[in-house]
């Protein structure tokens, strides 16, 4: 059997074996691909190495040896090794805690190397697949194993049958943990994984495993890079007497794993470095998929808190405890004093309402609402559960508080005081101790009257300011604009007399010198009508004639009246009726003169004829001649003695009509003085749209053609513009008329 993988080639070549100490954590883990062929399965593997950069020991390996195991963890056979190039090696900033003793994080670096490969398994029933990479050596300073300088790392990972079945891909962690962390602080770091097959997953701690050792060159279990890795069974790597696998740093509480979530906790309490194993197992239906091993190296140091939580209370009730004291609040808002330094991480509220749960944040300002006003405890909490925390504890009173309130009113048609009325409220158990008035002019003093009478020096706006004070110290302020503006009641002028022609409407209006806004007019018009609210102007519709005298009421925004009437006002007369005839109805250009009769009632004493646009006529009965043809408008306006009028409109249609004369006979060369020596169209063609004239000789030769009335024969050939010989012509003519009437008219003539 051979095992297929593909990997980069090595660019750089085979580094020189170092033993030097360097390896602070790894992990490796597998992807299912694809199936290249049937029973075939491709992986990708990815192997992740921590190393210590200022150890000054060896660098990340370039190529890495990997080898591939069959069998089981406790008995295998190599199928293949191979190099592996490194895929990308990076800097990572290690999380140093803020108030970190800095002699003891020294020259803190850590590098991260990348290897990513694929293979080709085929797929297996009973055996695993196991693969390999080892390297020596771990830090010689680590507290928890024996002589640690002398122990490498062994990083593997287990490809089951059962894991094959299900085409599965291993889990992948996270986060990886803080180099650093406080001694005597609480540890608290998610060490959760992920897994792209949904399965569950259970967290512990494990052994690291030793690989690789400090002896020489040769690629033996016992050199540095063992080449190829050795086979399973793996040793473990020793802990000291007071540490094991599953307590691997002690602590108080000692640190534990949440098989769950897999969340680190505890409280470390020995200043050193710790090599801790975590596995994170996988689980489909019950049955074991894979396992994946990350070994890391956690130090412990001594921290000194640098941050300090303060707020801005009222008052401070002794070290790291404040006040805060709301008058009339249900929503309080507690504001965060903290110095902002470097060393702040996070911050917290926690609030104890009294309803079980208590409210937290992590806004920078806490803003809550409380169920009633009392007392209640809360904490700031800095860098909670983390290095360098720090709490601050607060008392919150909430007082029920005081309400400053007042009404006030006048007479707004004189000129007098301003009656203040005092409203206030209180929740205190006492109630309001103190009130005191102010004025925003200084005409008006100040006064601690109940319910002051006062009078401003003239009309405008002013402010009042009612000032409380409750036995529980929470004060309130009430403020509001006066508009004392005194509104005597308007003068209303005379309107104008009007004279109305039925059916015309009668317009009233106030001028607009005269401000009306927001009152009430009410109008009357003396016809048994009335508009209430009609506004500053308003028109109305007699119906019969006669005088009517109208009245008028107006109210004003300060409910000041007045109002006015006016004999006689309004005259109202009936208009004249115009109507007319006119002879003949029949109108064309052959008979265009026109007789117009009026026929208005008998109140109409003065006419006005226009004709068309321009024609004016004041005769009663005129006539008319009409210049042109087509549609006319003729209108009459008649006008009684009252100055009332009313018109009429008639269109009136003159018809274009053609009258020709067409001779039968002519001598073109005639010198009888008669005239006749040209043949053509005689009599009036008015606004013809298309004319055509044609003679034609016996023989059907076109001797003549004209297109308009203007043009004649004078007897020459139109070919040859010889005279024709003495005989008849047939003539054709062809008129569309302006109305797109046609006429055709055939004829003969003769030439003499």
């Not at 992590?362 to 720090?390: K, M, Q, S, V």
Request: aromatic share 12%.
């Amino acid at each position: 059997m051979r095992i297929l993988y593909t990997l980069l080639a090595c660019l750089l070549g085979c580094l020189p074996t170092l033993s030097a100490r360097h390896i602070i954590g790894g992990e490796m883990s597998y992807r299912f691909l694809s199936e290249v062929s049937p029973g075939t399965y491709r992986y990708e593997i990815l192997l992740i190495i921590y190393r210590d950069c200022d150890s000054g020991g060896g660098s990340l390996d370039n190529p890495a040896r990997i080898g591939i195991y069959q069998g089981s963890t406790m008995s295998a056979v190599l199928m293949d090794d191979f190099p592996v190039n490194l895929e990308d090696i990076e800097s990572v900033d290690p999380v140093i805690p803020p108030c970190a003793d800095a002699s003891q994080v020294g020259n803190a670096c850590v590098q991260r190397g990348t290897y990513r490969f694929t293979v080709d398994l085929p797929v297996q029933s009973i055996d695993s697949y196991l693969i390999v990479y080892q390297r020596c050596c771990r830090t010689e300073d680590i507290v928890n194993i024996i002589t640690p300088d002398d122990y490498g790392a062994t990083y593997m990972v287990e490809i089951t049958p059962q894991s094959m079945a299900f085409q599965n891909s291993s889990a992948v962690f996270l986060n990886y943990p803080p180099t650093f962390i406080c001694n005597n602080f609480q540890l608290n770091f998610d060490h959760s994984a992920i897994d792209a097959d949904g399965d569950s997953l259970v967290y512990s701690f494990c052994n690291p495993l030793h690989g690789g050792g400090s002896g020489g060159g040769g690629g033996g279990c016992e050199t540095p890079i063992p080449n190829p890795p050795c086979p399973p069974p793996f040793e473990l790597v020793p802990f000291t007497a007071n540490f094991t696998m599953l307590n691997p740093m002690g602590g108080d509480p000692v640190i534990t794993v949440n098989p769950q979530t897999g969340q680190l906790t505890g409280t470390p309490n020995t200043l050193g470095q710790y090599v801790v194993g975590i596995c994170v197992q996988e689980y489909r239906n019950g049955v074991l998929l894979s396992t994946v091993l990350r070994d890391f190296q956690f130090n412990v140091v001594d921290c000194t808190p640098t941050v300090s939580a303060q707020i801005t209370a009222d008052s401070i009730l002794g070290p790291k405890q404040y006040l805060v004291e709301r008058c009339g609040e249900k929503v309080i808002t507690i504001l965060n004093a903290t110095p902002q330094t470097n060393d702040l991480a996070t911050w917290e509220w926690e609030i104890d309402l009294g309803t079980g749960t208590p409210f937290t944040t992590t806004n920078w300002h806490a803003t809550f609402a409380i169920p009633d006003y009392g007392t209640y405890n809360g904490r700031l909490y800095l860098n909670r559960n983390l290095n360098c925390e720090d709490t601050a504890y607060i008392t919150i009173i909430a007082h029920p508080g005081s309400v400053a309130d007042f009404s006030f009113s006048w007479d707004t048609c004189s000129i007098g005081p301003v009656s203040l009325v005092y409203e206030a409220t209180s929740g205190a158990s006492v109630g309001i101790v103190s009130w005191d008035w102010a004025f925003s002019t200084a005409a008006v003093p100040p006064t601690t009257e109940l319910n002051p009478l006062i009078l401003f020096p003239d009309t405008g706006y002013y402010s009042v300011y009612l000032h409380v004070v409750d036995n529980d110290g929470c004060e309130d302020t009430e403020t509001l604009l006066i508009a004392w503006l005194p509104q005597p009641p308007p003068i209303i002028p005379p309107f104008p007399n009007q004279r109305i022609c039925l059916p015309d409407e009668a317009y009233f209006a106030f001028p607009d010198s005269i401000s009306l806004t927001g009152s009430t007019v009410d109008w009357n018009f003396g016809d048994g009508n009335t508009l209430p609210n009609g506004g500053p102007a308003v028109t109305h519709n007699y119906t019969t004639t006669g005088l009517y005298t109208v009245s008028v009421n107006v109210t004003t925004p300060a409910n000041c009246e007045t109002s006015a009437t006016f004999d006689q006002l309004v005259s109202v007369f009936d208009k004249p009726v115009a109507a007319f005839d006119y002879n003949p109805k029949k109108v064309s250009n052959l008979n265009n003169q026109v007789q117009f009769d009026n026929l208005s009632d008998s109140t109409a004493a003065f006419f006005n004829w226009r004709f068309g646009t321009d024609d004016i006529s004041l005769n009663e009965n005129p006539v008319y001649t009409f210049p042109d043809t087509g549609l006319t408008t003729v209108r009459l306006l008649v006008t009684n003695i009252h100055g009332c009028q009313d018109s009429v409109f008639a269109t009136l249609d003159l018809v274009p009509e053609i009258q020709l004369y067409i001779p039968n006979a002519f001598a073109p060369q005639s010198s009888n003085g008669l005239g006749n020596d040209q043949f053509g169209v005689f009599g009036p063609v008015p606004g013809f749209t298309h004319y055509n004239l044609t003679v034609w000789s016996r023989w059907g030769e076109m001797v003549f053609q004209a297109d308009s009335p203007d043009k004649y024969w004078d007897g020459r050939s139109l070919r040859n513009g010889d005279y024709m010989p003495v005989g008849v012509y047939v003539y054709i003519l062809e008129i569309t008329d302006p109305r797109g009437r046609k006429y055709k008219y055939e004829g003969s003539v003769s030439l003499l």
